[in-house]
């Protein structure tokens, strides 16, 4: 999609990052990570930020699991959909491509990022929510989110997340 300017800004309520956990899962399972990326495929408002670390954690996980074809195509059409963000090669891909990518949620499995203690750990630096992607998607509303953030009335849905 795009690139975006990083850590240089407020966290966008549009702006989602997944954990490479999430993101093995959402191709994988058809369950909570599925249902809560699908959010995000289905609003072309919506943006999915990620670093080319976390899409390669990804996809060593998708080729571990199911092989380096599937892996390869996986990472071909995440590179084309992910907004790419940059960060230090020391941070955490998810957890980075969040603060880095302007990001105001964070999908991850991990409960040691999930947990009230992480959350309020990043709070100083950064008004970033990290969630499972079941909590993630039981919360989403687009109809506010939209009306928030931009002119007019909430049109509904306008993209095929399976597209």
Do not use: K
Not at 48 to 77: F, Q, Y
Request: with cysteine.
């Amino acid at each position: 999609m795009s690139d975006r300017a990083t850590g240089d800004r407020r966290p966008d309520p549009t702006l989602i990052a997944a954990d490479a956990d999430v993101l093995a899962a959402d191709l994988l399972v058809d369950g909570a990570a599925r249902a809560a990326l699908d959010h995000v495929r289905r609003h072309s408002w919506v943006e999915l930020v990620a670093s080319d670390p976390l899409l390669a954690d990804a996809a060593a996980t998708i080729e571990t699991l199911a092989g380096a074809e599937l892996a390869r195509d996986w990472r071909e059409r995440a590179e084309r959909l992910r907004t790419h963000v940059e960060h230090p090669a020391r941070d955490h891909p998810g957890l980075a491509s969040a603060y880095r990518g302007g990001a105001a949620h964070l999908l991850s499995f991990e409960e040691s990022l999930t947990a009230t203690s992480a959350n309020l750990a990043v709070q100083p630096y950064t008004a970033l929510s990290i969630r499972t992607p079941a909590a993630f998607d039981r919360l989403f509303d687009p109809e506010p989110l939209y009306e928030a953030t931009h002119d007019g009335a909430y049109p509904g849905p306008d993209c095929d997340p399976r597209a």
